[in-house]
């Protein structure tokens, strides 16, 4: 008695493994796409928040010595002189200097000889650092308000900013 068994084999065809590493190449491929557009949102969101950090900052910095300032004057230079007055005899005691680079694209505050210079810097495509800020222009009316634009550049795109403030008392 010759008994023929017919064992059914288990496992996988070729088509089915081939199907199964299709479906598992697609699954990585959208997964390091993902990570890849994560990381480039990681990257602009700490770009946005550098620049709204510096705006914020010169923002507040030019606001406050301007509305503390009692005169205004622009130099040939095209530089900013804001005079107080720190005793209330009507007379300028004391001088900031509100200062641009020759190439107008560092701002810098002079104050009780102490000169600090606000810039704002973005990596460039080869990897350095690079001025971001140009074109600073002060702007005065000759009655109140004083202005100080100037442009961010980030991605070949330029935006225009502008700090606007009025001087005391006047």
Do not use: P, W
Not at 82 to 87: A, E, I, M
Not at 124 to 141: I, L, P
Request: hydrophobic content about 40%; some cysteine; proline content about 0%.
């Amino acid at each position: 008695m010759n008994r023929f068994y017919k064992h059914k084999q288990s496992g996988f065809t070729l088509v089915e493994l081939l199907v199964a590493l299709m479906i598992a190449a697609i699954v990585l491929a959208a997964a390091a796409t993902m990570a890849d557009a994560l990381a480039c949102g990681k990257e602009t969101c700490d770009r946005m928040s550098r620049s709204t950090s510096y705006l914020l900052q010169i923002q507040t910095r030019l606001s406050d010595l301007i509305m503390r300032a009692n005169a205004a004057a622009i130099s040939l230079e095209g530089n900013l002189t804001l005079g107080y007055d720190t005793n209330d005899d009507g007379l300028t005691d004391e001088a900031v200097i509100v200062s641009k680079d020759a190439l107008s694209n560092i701002i810098t505050i002079t104050e009780n000889g102490i000169a600090t210079a606000y810039t704002y810097q973005l990596k460039n495509q080869a990897g350095e650092y690079q001025n971001a800020q140009s074109n600073v222009v002060f702007g005065y009316d000759g009655n109140k308000l004083v202005t100080v634009k100037f442009d961010l550049t980030e991605n070949s795109v330029a935006q225009t900013h502008q700090v606007c403030a009025a001087l005391r008392g006047k």
